[in-house]
């Protein structure tokens, strides 16, 4: 049995060869590239989540490395937290950098686990399934996870939304959820370049109704750019890059090196 459910009738979910089914006979086409559609429509056409050019964007920086310390920080926790044959799920994956690390990381200590994906962008997934088949993959929203109550012990939510009821459903008792967030000053240099008054980012409190806080770090280090493609790279996997003026967007185009800190807030949370 898959890891997932119906989202129609929400029972369980049997993989085949070319498609999820599931008790009621409904059916999920499975993609080329190895990924599952539980996304239930909602508008013919409708485009979900990151487009193409800041995944492709997003997938050339990390696969520089530039966020690399972060992902080793989410790696070990994922292996502290998650009891042998245990189920992770990564809840916002995207191309699935940190989830395929997390793998890795997971199996070099000697623990089973199963891991398992969800985004909402069908154009993330297409990566994701590019990078690993060994990482169960489904186009879903992190509101309403295709997965039954109760039935995972690690969740990881990086720059995703943070869907607490829902969450705290599909967790288990004791289980834990892996949170990233950038911190104030995360990307500063980046900011100086683009805008005449940068702001820092907001960080609230982090507490949430149903989780008790078992840690919080924080990871810091300065990454040194030293060709316009990977600021650029940089500049168009975030945010800013859909909400900045043409003209600010060009102060970049000169842009040969550049010193900028990388700053994550973690934290951990146990149900």
């Not at 050019?53 to 050339?60: G, P, Q, T, V």
């Not at 169960?136 to 995703?160: H, Q, W």
């Not at 240099?189 to 008054?197: A, F, I, R, W």
């Amino acid at each position: 049995m898959s890891h997932f459910i119906c989202p129609v009738c929400r029972t369980g979910l049997l993989k085949t060869e070319k498609t999820y089914v599931c008790e009621n006979r409904h059916s999920f086409d499975i993609a080329k590239q190895g990924y599952v559609n539980l996304l239930l429509s909602s508008g013919k056409g409708k485009t979900h989540g990151d487009d193409r050019e800041m995944i492709s964007s997003r997938e050339d920086f990390l696969n520089r490395g530039f966020y690399d310390e972060l992902s080793r920080e989410v790696s070990r926790l994922a292996e502290k937290y998650c009891p042998d044959g245990g189920v992770v799920l990564d809840a916002g994956c995207g191309e699935c950098k940190y989830t395929c690390d997390a793998r890795k990381f997971l199996k070099a200590s000697g623990k089973r686990a199963d891991l398992i994906g969800v985004d909402i962008s069908k154009e993330a997934l297409r990566y994701a399934a590019r990078r690993t088949r060994e990482i169960e993959l489904a186009v879903a929203s992190v509101a309403d996870i295709p997965v039954a109550d109760g039935s995972v012990d690690v969740m990881i939510n990086i720059f995703a939304p943070f869907e607490a009821a829902e969450f705290s459903r599909v967790l288990k008792k004791g289980g834990a959820i892996i949170r990233v967030y950038p911190l104030e000053k995360h990307l500063w240099e980046l900011k100086e370049l683009v805008y005449e008054t940068p702001y820092e980012n907001p960080v609230s409190d982090m507490a949430e109704a149903g989780f008790e806080i078992a840690e919080q770090l924080s990871v810091r280090y300065m990454m040194e750019f030293k060709s316009n493609e990977d600021i650029l790279s940089l500049f168009k996997m975030t945010p800013y890059y859909y909400r900045t003026s043409e003209n600010d967007r060009r102060k970049l185009d000169s842009a040969e090196s550049l010193s900028c800190r990388a700053e994550f807030g973690i934290t951990v949370y146990k149900k």
